[in-house]
C-alpha cells in the first residue's frame, strides 16, 4: 500500500493506493490523523510513504516517527523544494524559499493539464491563496500569494468589537454586521479570481483550481479554460516520487 500525505499547519491530507486502486482518503486536524489513519488502514501490511510538508521539521520528524512506531513502513519519500521537479523549472533564486505545496501543485498541473494550452496559472485556494503561473516551456515566471477566504472574512470579524457585536442581530431580517462583512469579503474574493482568469483567458492558459475553497474559486470563473483538480498536490507527490526529484 502506499499511503501520500499532504500536511499543512493545521490540516493534512491523505490518501492511499492498494495497487492502482484508490483506498482512501480524507482531510483531518493534525492532531486527528494518526487516529484516523490507524482506523482506516491495516497495520499489517508493508506501507510505502509519501509525505509533502509545510509544518516544519519538528512537526514531520514527529509524524514520521509515529508511522513508524503504528504501522509496517517499509520506504519514506518526502518531497523537498528544488530548482527544477522534471519538466517544470520554478523561478526562486532560493528553492527552498517556495514552498512543496506549489511546486508540486505546479508539476502536477503542467504534468496533466496543459493539453492545447500555451502554460498553466495554477490557483490553490486554502488558508491562503497561492497563484502560479508556469509557461510552455515549464519555467514558473509569476506568482501570487494573497489571503484566502477564510483569512479575509476572520481577519475582519475579529478586530473590532462592533463587527462582534453584530453577531448578536446576524439572524434578523434586513442588514447585519455580519452579512455586509460576509458580502464584501464575499466580492473581494471573487474580483481577484476573475482577475485571474482574465490573465490565464488573455495569455490562453489553462487555469487549475485546487485547495479547500476550490468550490468557491470555480463559482467565480465561466469559460471552459478552467478545470478543478482536489489532489493535484498529491498527484504531484506521486509524480515527483517516481521521477526521483525533490528529496
Given at each position: 500500500?502506499?499511503?501520500?500525505?499532504?500536511?499543512?499547519?493545521?490540516?493534512?491530507?491523505?490518501?492511499?493506493?492498494?495497487?492502482?486502486?484508490?483506498?482512501?482518503?480524507?482531510?483531518?486536524?493534525?492532531?486527528?490523523?494518526?487516529?484516523?489513519?490507524?482506523?482506516?488502514?491495516?497495520?499489517?501490511?508493508?506501507?510505502?510513504?509519501?509525505?509533502?510538508?509545510?509544518?516544519?521539521?519538528?512537526?514531520?520528524?514527529?509524524?514520521?516517527?509515529?508511522?513508524?512506531?503504528?504501522?509496517?513502513?517499509?520506504?519514506?519519500?518526502?518531497?523537498?523544494?528544488?530548482?527544477?521537479?522534471?519538466?517544470?523549472?520554478?523561478?526562486?533564486?532560493?528553492?527552498?524559499?517556495?514552498?512543496?505545496?506549489?511546486?508540486?501543485?505546479?508539476?502536477?498541473?503542467?504534468?496533466?493539464?496543459?493539453?492545447?494550452?500555451?502554460?498553466?496559472?495554477?490557483?490553490?485556494?486554502?488558508?491562503?491563496?497561492?497563484?502560479?503561473?508556469?509557461?510552455?516551456?515549464?519555467?514558473?515566471?509569476?506568482?501570487?500569494?494573497?489571503?484566502?477566504?477564510?483569512?479575509?472574512?476572520?481577519?475582519?470579524?475579529?478586530?473590532?468589537?462592533?463587527?462582534?457585536?453584530?453577531?448578536?442581530?446576524?439572524?434578523?431580517?434586513?442588514?447585519?454586521?455580519?452579512?455586509?462583512?460576509n458580502g464584501g469579503v464575499?466580492?473581494?474574493?471573487?474580483?481577484?479570481?476573475?482577475?485571474?482568469?482574465?490573465?490565464?483567458?488573455?495569455?490562453?492558459?489553462?487555469?487549475?483550481?485546487?485547495?479547500?475553497?476550490?468550490?468557491?474559486?470555480?463559482?467565480?470563473?465561466?469559460l471552459d479554460c478552467a478545470?478543478?483538480?482536489?489532489?493535484?498536490?498529491?498527484?504531484?507527490?506521486?509524480?515527483?516520487?517516481?521521477?526521483?526529484?525533490?528529496?
Open positions: 500500500m502506499i499511503l501520500q500525505l499532504d500536511v499543512g499547519n493545521t490540516r493534512a491530507k491523505w490518501r492511499v493506493f492498494d495497487g492502482d486502486r484508490v483506498f482512501g482518503r480524507g482531510a483531518e486536524l493534525q492532531e486527528n490523523l494518526l487516529d484516523v489513519l490507524c482506523q482506516q488502514l491495516p497495520n499489517d501490511e508493508d506501507l510505502s510513504v509519501q509525505v509533502t510538508s509545510v509544518a516544519g521539521n519538528r512537526s514531520l520528524e514527529d509524524l514520521i516517527n509515529s508511522l513508524k512506531c503504528r504501522f509496517n513502513v517499509s520506504s519514506i519519500y518526502i518531497a523537498r523544494s528544488v530548482k527544477r521537479m522534471g519538466e517544470v523549472e520554478f523561478g526562486y533564486k532560493i528553492p527552498e524559499h517556495q514552498g512543496v505545496d506549489r511546486c508540486l501543485a505546479m508539476l502536477a498541473a503542467y504534468s496533466k493539464c496543459l493539453s492545447d494550452y500555451k502554460g498553466v496559472v495554477v490557483v490553490d485556494a486554502g488558508s491562503a491563496l497561492t497563484v502560479d503561473v508556469v509557461n510552455c516551456d515549464g519555467k514558473q515566471v509569476d506568482g501570487y500569494i494573497a489571503p484566502g477566504y477564510s483569512m479575509l472574512r476572520n481577519s475582519l470579524l475579529g478586530q473590532t468589537s462592533k463587527i462582534e457585536d453584530g453577531y448578536a442581530n446576524s439572524d434578523c431580517e434586513g442588514l447585519s454586521t455580519l452579512r455586509c462583512v464575499s466580492l473581494m474574493f471573487s474580483e481577484l479570481i476573475k482577475k485571474i482568469e482574465r490573465m490565464a483567458v488573455e495569455s490562453k492558459y489553462r487555469l487549475v483550481i485546487t485547495g479547500g475553497d476550490a468550490d468557491l474559486v470555480s463559482e467565480s470563473v465561466s478545470v478543478s483538480v482536489p489532489d493535484l498536490v498529491l498527484d504531484g507527490l506521486a509524480l515527483a516520487q517516481k521521477q526521483g526529484v525533490g528529496l
